[in-house]
């Protein structure tokens, strides 16, 4: 699927394409609030799998998830039905348990809203932060 999609991964910023439908929108056609987080989530997950890493396989097995700590947003212009967006994702920092994420929903280069995300990397058995595995944070260097 993330084929179809035409995702890049260039300097480090990594692109995702979203399209507004009729269930993203409140009944004046505007994207309702909570949507940005469903375009961000996406955007993040897709990053991971273009750098080779599932979240599944992670859990299955290593039993280490993600969740999302911290997640502040700023919704600067709105976004409408049939919209075609596009997520941009960079990582600017990845320390210890936790990865920090700045991102920005985009309209034909003008921003419509900027998150900033902090996941931290978590041990299900136990409930508890662990570092995060150093394959995956090769993997944003390169």
């Known amino acids: 699927m993330a084929d179809n999609l035409s995702i890049i991964l260039n300097n480090q910023c990594f692109t995702f394409p979203v399209r507004v439908y009729y269930e993203d929108t ?18 993040r997950t897709e ?34 039905l049939d919209d075609y967006l596009i997520v941009e994702t960079e990582i600017t920092a990845a320390k210890g348990a936790t990865i920090l994420f700045e991102q920005r929903l985009v309209r034909e280069a003008v921003v419509l809203s900027k998150a900033t995300v902090k996941v931290a990397c978590v041990d299900l058995g136990k409930m508890k932060p662990v570092a995060i595995p150093e394959e995956l944070k090769a993997a944003f260097l390169k």
């Open 47 to 80: 990053y991971l799998r273009t750098l080779n890493f599932s979240q599944q396989s992670l859990l299955q097995e290593q039993q280490l998830a993600f969740v999302v700590k911290t997640m502040s947003i700023d919704y600067c212009i709105p976004a409408k």
């Open 26 to 43: 409140d009944a004046g056609g505007v994207v309702y609030h909570a949507r940005y987080l469903h375009f961000f989530e996406r955007a």
